[in-house]
């Protein structure tokens, strides 16, 4: 593959370059959305400059995730403060959804009482420069992706290229009320819009969830941690492993199985280098591991009820 040919250090500058042009891209946006809207009072005009300002947010919780400036553990939250991010996010979305059902009424009201749109040439030239902006963006990122691989990048692009459908939609609606005198366009191509924005808002609401309930990593990444844990030759077998992510950290548990005769010292030994093996795979993960002897009947056995490590895999002794 083309990106494990680039060092560390440049994969990293690319990924924090790219956060860093989707956020300007979305602030600018931003920006040129306000105006068309003051402009033009078009509906569609301010649904999609909602959708910018959740992609803006979006893009904020990339940029620093990707710069790990992430407040630092305290005495009284010694886990940090990954969590403020989706929990942000979660409240933004779910007050993206009221807007959305707030601008659906009105569009319907403006469906019965039509509404001329004004100055809709001078809408359409902003919403132009926000579409190449967004080209622009996407080149550029595409440019990331190919070097890097990155999924966080992909993920921003896949939203982006829809975003341009949207930008070229809302210049036709533009037109066609101010040319044709259709104004029922712009109220119907909000509906459309806002839909669009309930599902952009559900997709992230999903992932901000998924982080504050303590969702697991997906079956591979567990698959993936069970085989670098078992790597380790003193290591006979591994159990109750659990995992989860506060935005870009993650905590990773297990228990491992080894020789009952080994001494304190050489237990302590391997476990350390089981953690070491771990950490190189996941170097932002924080890896606690309990040892014990192989064998041992599980009278406290946290995750008996949640079943093997991987399901209908391995369920075997080493689980
Ligand atoms: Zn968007
Ligand atoms: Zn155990």
Redesign the pocket.
């Known amino acids: 593959m083309t990106h494990s040919a680039l060092a560390p250090e440049e994969v990293a500058r690319l990924k924090k370059a790219a956060t860093a042009a989707s956020l300007a891209t979305a602030t600018v946006m931003i920006g040129l959305k306000v105006g068309a809207w003051a402009i033009t009072d078009s509906i569609s005009v301010l649904t999609s400059m909602m959708d910018s300002i959740l992609d803006f947010s979006v893009g904020l919780m990339n940029f620093v995730a990707v710069r790990k400036a992430l407040s630092p553990a305290n005495r009284f939250h010694r886990f940090g403060f990954g969590k403020v991010e989706p929990l942000a996010v979660l409240a933004e979305a779910v007050f993206l959804f009221g807007v959305a059902i707030m601008i659906i009424i009105e569009a319907i009201d403006r469906l019965r009482h039509p509404h001329p749109i004004s100055h809709a040439e001078l809408g359409a030239w902003a919403m132009a420069a926000v579409i190449v902006l967004t080209i622009g963006l996407l080149i550029y990122q595409r440019h990331v992706i190919r070097k890097t691989g990155s999924l966080v990048v992909q993920a921003d692009a896949i939203h982006y290229a829809a975003d341009v459908m949207i930008h070229v939609g809302i210049i036709f609606s533009l037109l066609l009320s101010d040319l044709a005198g259709v104004f029922w366009v712009d109220s119907a191509f909000a509906c459309g819009v806002a839909f669009y924005l309930v599902w952009n808002a559900k997709t992230i609401l999903s992932e901000s969830v998924g982080i504050l309930l303590d969702g697991e990593l997906p079956d591979n990444e567990r698959h993936k941690i069970r085989d670098l844990a078992l790597s380790h030759p003193e290591v006979k077998g591994v159990?109750?492993l659990r995992t989860r992510s506060a935005g870009p950290q993650k905590f990773i548990q297990l228990?491992v199985?080894m020789n009952p005769n080994l001494s304190l010292r050489d237990a302590h030994r391997y476990t350390e280098e089981t953690i070491d093996l771990i950490l190189a795979a996941y170097p932002d993960a924080e890896v606690q591991i309990?040892e014990?002897p192989v064998g041992?009947p599980?009278h406290?056995?946290w995750c008996a009820e949640a079943g093997p490590i991987i399901p209908g895999q391995y369920a075997g002794p080493k689980d």
């Open positions: 159990h109750d228990h199985e309990h014990e041992m599980r406290r056995s």
